[in-house]
């Protein structure tokens, strides 16, 4: 299993990013995958979730009506659009699934990509 996150970067106050999350070495379609993110000194927690078809998502209260998650099952891709960004929400953002194998839960995590909100 390999995540490849791009997208983030320094933007202002109220500025949008989209994260991309490109999935490989599983059926993609099969599985849920979520965004977390963690801040200096955080825990990092589970900010928004889409099953495997795409129909169902989930977000956390602090990034409801702001963030999107989408996926493209074409592209073996989930996106996070983040709009009206704000100063918390700086942290590094990292793709997640947890896939059952050998009589266990497997927990898979991308890179990160850093998102720094700031004025």
């Known amino acids: 299993v390999h995540f490849v996150e791009s997208g983030g970067g320094l933007v202002q106050p109220g500025e949008s990013l989209q994260l991309s999350c490109v999935a490989s070495g599983f059926t993609f379609t099969s599985y849920g995958i979520s965004w977390w993110r963690q801040a200096p000194g955080k825990e990092r927690e589970r900010i928004a979730g889409i099953t495997g078809g795409g129909r169902n998502t989930e977000y956390a209260d602090s990034v409801k009506g702001r963030f999107t998650i989408s996926r493209d099952n074409f592209k073996n891709t989930v996106y996070l659009q983040m709009n009206d960004l704000k100063p918390e929400d700086t942290a590094t953002y990292y793709c997640?699934?947890?896939?059952?194998?050998?009589?266990?839960?497997?927990?898979?995590w991308g890179q990160g990509t850093q998102v720094t909100v700031s004025a």
């Open positions: 997640y699934v947890a896939i059952p194998g050998d009589g266990r839960i497997n927990r898979h």
